[in-house]
């Protein structure tokens, strides 16, 4: 059986909520019923690690304070996170979502073409945040079923993969079923149509700006933030802004192996820890040889260490 649970405000006796997103100094609280603004107490702050954002959407958090005000004490600790190098610095995560059970990687078949390297930075993300990364290609319509499975094999991606369309509604269902009952950070680039399958999930009113206003919870004005949706049936959804790179940072080449289970799970190299580049009696080296890793799968892996520039 698949875990489901979606955290729920109400059980908690409304002393804790979620943010459903951050505005600066202020958050926007989903209390179980509505969404409310708070602010955020400076002992809230200071107790954050440095190295991380210090609030992001789907933080549990603890408040004090009433209808009037509701202010947050405390931030708990996270269960899960998906966070990426914070621009301008190498050592600072910026946290896009917290508490997520799954990261659902929003990719399309073509325009913009299938891309499977940012599919594994994605799914490095949400793996090192111990989220499980799930992929949804969109605009089938531009291609068939069948020849966007065929991308998806012939890349070896490892993930759960859901093919849909926005346009058509192909495949929307399957994408509903995998959000339902969980909470769920949907990510991807720019333009593969994130936006679009969002206006088919949710109802309209709910999305037609990205802000979410305090009182009424419904959206004001467009902002690139992350913010929370809920899911009719029981599921949180956090949408993240479309980007148009993955700033990864350092990481240990262990790590980028996970990514790829053809290069995790071959047998024990002669030298451990072996980063399957240039060291002697390297199964991984063997495997491409023999065809067990797939070349297209050990050049991702290549490419991946030299971006995160591992020793
Ligand atoms: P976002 O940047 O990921 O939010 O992408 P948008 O939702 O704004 O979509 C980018 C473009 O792709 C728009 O012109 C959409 O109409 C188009 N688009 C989105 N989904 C689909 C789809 O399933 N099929 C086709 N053919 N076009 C799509
Ligand atoms: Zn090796």
Redesign the pocket.
């Known amino acids: 059986m698949l875990r489901r649970s979606v955290f729920d405000p109400r059980e908690s006796g409304n002393r804790r909520m979620i943010v459903a997103q951050v505005r600066g100094a202020s958050v926007v609280l989903w209390d179980g019923a509505r969404f409310r603004e708070a602010t955020v107490a400076k002992r809230a702050r200071t107790a954050a690690s440095v190295d991380f954002s210090f609030v992001a959407v789907g933080d549990r958090v603890a408040v004090e304070g009433d209808a009037g005000a509701v202010r947050v004490t405390s931030i708990e600790p996270r269960q899960s996170f998906l966070g990426r190098v914070a621009r301008g610095s190498q050592d600072r995560i910026q946290v896009l979502a917290a508490n997520a059970e799954q990261a659902v990687i ?1 990719a ?1 078949v073509a ?1 913009p073409p299938f891309r499977p390297g940012l599919v594994d930075r994605w799914a490095l993300l949400a793996l090192r945040g111990g989220m499980t990364p799930v992929l949804a290609l ?5 291609s068939t079923r069948a020849a966007a499975g065929r991308l998806v094999d012939e890349a070896s991606i490892p993930l759960e993969a859901i093919y ?5 509604g192909e495949g929307l269902e399957d994408l509903r079923s995998c959000l339902a009952g969980r909470t769920s950070v949907l990510v ?12 088919r999930i949710f109802p309209a009113e709910e999305i037609v700006s990205g802000e979410l206003s305090g009182k009424s919870g419904k959206g004001r004005h467009t902002t690139a933030s992350a913010r929370m949706y809920l899911l009719p049936g029981g599921g949180h959804v956090i949408d993240t802004p ?1 980007v148009r790179m993955v700033p990864i940072g350092p990481m240990h080449y262990t790590e980028v192996a996970e990514v790829f289970p053809e290069i995790h799970g071959a047998p024990l190299c002669r030298f451990r820890p072996c980063s399957h580049r240039t060291e002697p009696g390297c199964s991984v080296k063997a495997g491409v040889e023999s065809g067990t890793v797939p070349g297209v799968v050990y050049r991702r892996y290549l490419r991946l260490l030299e971006e995160v520039g591992t020793e």
């Open positions: 929003v399309s325009d969109n605009k089938v319509d531009l849909l369309s926005a346009v058509t991807g680039h720019s333009g593969v149509g994130k936006s679009k399958i969002l206006s479309g």
